[in-house]
């Protein structure tokens, strides 16, 4: 099992930049992919952008393609997100999420963090 916190969410204008923190605990031994998914109020959850577990490979949304960078630092067992640029459309609860394989993948994630909030005012 691994358990996901993320941290950094909060309440930004339009044209902010925002970075998000994911830690990770539990079974960090394990090599796992990570990434990131969000959900908009009304809307289902949406695919975000992953990193495979070396951090050598990325894939983005075209939606935020760009302007969001994934990265990790396998040493401290944490995940970033850092968003530039924001608009209001990036509005949403963002999920750190694991998959328990070692490339780079969109599909429904193994582990999900309890999430945090961007909100951005126009």
């Known amino acids: 099992q691994v358990q996901l916190e993320e941290s950094g969410g909060g309440l930004v204008q339009a044209g902010d930049s925002l970075k998000l923190s994911c830690a990770a605990s539990?079974?960090?031994?394990?090599?796992?992919?990570m990434g990131w998914f969000r959900q908009a109020p009304g809307k289902e959850h949406e695919f975000v952008a992953a990193?495979?577990?070396?951090?050598?490979?990325?894939f983005y949304a075209d939606s935020v393609k760009g302007r969001f960078t994934i990265s990790r630092d396998n040493a401290k067992n944490t995940l970033y997100l850092q968003i530039h640029t924001l608009k209001p459309d990036d509005t949403a609860v963002y999920y750190c999420?694991?998959?328990?394989?070692?490339?780079?993948?969109?599909?429904?994630?193994?582990?999900w963090g309890q999430g945090t909030q961007v909100t951005v005012s126009a």
């Open positions: 539990g079974r960090t031994d394990s090599s796992y992919a």
């Open positions: 999420v694991a998959w328990t394989t070692l490339v780079v993948t969109t599909g429904t994630p193994d582990y």
């Open positions: 990193i495979d577990w070396i951090g050598d490979n990325t």
